[in-house]
């Protein structure tokens, strides 16, 4: 199978990492200190918080956009399209990169609460 070097990078994990440099069918492969893979933000320093970050500022994005479009603001439809629309958002692939950090689950924690029932 042939890889395109093109696509291939190098992420240096750990604190005692010499960094080197590698080929790959001649070719330099690039540095990077954060990649997303199947949708996970995976940094050089293993830490969740970009990957929190990143699921609370999409949720909120269309917990906003749900509070701006409907006008009909029932408890029962509003607790369907939290469940439907923002909480996959704050859920997926939860078990991968698991917020551990008492200011990650704040910060996921602030869009259950910004939900006005």
């Given at each position: ?33 954060e990649e ?82």
């Open positions: 199978m042939q890889f395109n070097t093109a696509k291939c990078k190098v992420m240096h994990v750990g604190h005692n990492n010499n960094k080197y440099s590698y080929l790959m069918n001649g070719h330099m492969l690039g540095s990077v200190l997303r893979d199947l949708g996970i933000l995976i940094t050089a320093d293993l830490k969740p918080s970009t990957q929190c970050q990143a699921a609370y500022s999409t949720a909120n994005k269309v917990l906003g956009m749900i509070s701006r479009t409907v006008t009909y603001k029932d408890r029962y439809v509003l607790l369907q399209l939290y469940k439907s629309l923002v909480r996959p958002h704050l859920e997926y692939s939860v078990s991968a990169w698991s917020p551990h950090y008492l200011k990650d689950k704040h910060l996921l924690e602030k869009i259950q609460h910004r939900l006005h029932v």
